[in-house]
């Protein structure tokens, strides 16, 4: 059983910053992708970012190129999404998820196990 707990969400103005973590717990297993979903009320959840295990493999959504960057460490089985340049379409609940190894950009199906997710307001 795996558990994921994410933080650091909040408030900030339009063109601010913030720094996602996502603490995984249980067994994880050797090896696991990690990443990071968004959905806004009454929107369709998104795909944003994700990492393999090694690092050397990361996938970004065309709508945060450039402004996010995905980050782990395996040591403390931890995922981090840096978040620059905010915008107000950046408003979401954002839920980190674990699965296996990755090979393309994944669907929300490629994950197994889900945190519960952190809120992201960007005001204008």
């Known amino acids: 059983q795996v558990q994921l707990v994410e933080s650091g969400g909040g408030l900030v103005q339009a063109g601010g910053s913030l720094r996602l973590s996502c603490a995984a717990s249980?067994?994880?297993?050797?090896?696991?992708?990690m990443g990071w979903f968004r959905q806004a009320p009454g929107q369709e959840r998104e795909f944003v970012a994700a990492i393999n295990w090694n690092s050397h493999g990361t996938y970004y959504a065309d709508s945060v190129k450039g402004r996010f960057t995905i980050s782990r460490d395996n040591a403390k089985n931890t995922v981090y999404l840096q978040m620059n340049s905010l915008k107000p379409e950046d408003t979401a609940i954002y839920r980190c998820a674990l699965g296996p190894q990755l090979h393309e950009v994944p669907q929300a199906s490629n994950f197994g196990y889900w945190g519960q997710g952190t809120q992201v307001t960007v005001s204008s």
């Open positions: 249980g067994r994880t297993g050797s090896t696991y992708a």
